[in-house]
């Protein structure tokens, strides 16, 4: 069975940091890319970040140069630090493992509020 647990979601003043980190198993982790999207109230599910096999990521343009994302195949990990916090950065947080073949799979979420 695959899992997907995202944790460290919660509330932070603007200007904070968080790291939000997400445990896969039932998936060979080193085959696929992971990644973090989001879904602010009333808007549509955007990319966040994304980290390939081979450790190439890319970013969302709002959360560029204030977050970084990174993997971790020994532990099955991904994590999100998240620096600068803005209050438009409100949003659930999801993770994501993806194949190039069509594989698919995600968490169920943790919310983030950046408010003071």
């Known amino acids: 069975q695959v899992q997907l647990v995202e944790s460290g979601g919660g509330l932070v003043q603007p200007g904070g940091s968080l790291t939000l980190s997400c445990q896969a198993s039932?998936?060979?982790?080193?085959?696929?890319?992971l990644g973090w999207y989001r879904r602010a109230p009333g808007k549509q599910r955007e990319l966040v970040a994304r980290i390939t096999r081979q450790f190439s990521t890319n970013y969302g343009d709002s959360v560029k140069g204030r977050f970084t994302i990174s993997r971790d195949n020994a532990k099955y990990t991904v994590s999100l630090e998240m620096n600068s916090l803005k209050p438009e950065d409100t949003a659930v947080y999801y993770c994501?493992?993806?194949?190039?073949?069509?594989?698919?799979?995600w968490g169920k979420g943790t919310l983030i509020t950046v408010s003071s």
């Open positions: 039932g998936i060979t982790f080193n085959l696929y890319t």
């Open positions: 994501n493992a993806a194949t190039e073949w069509g594989t698919d799979y």
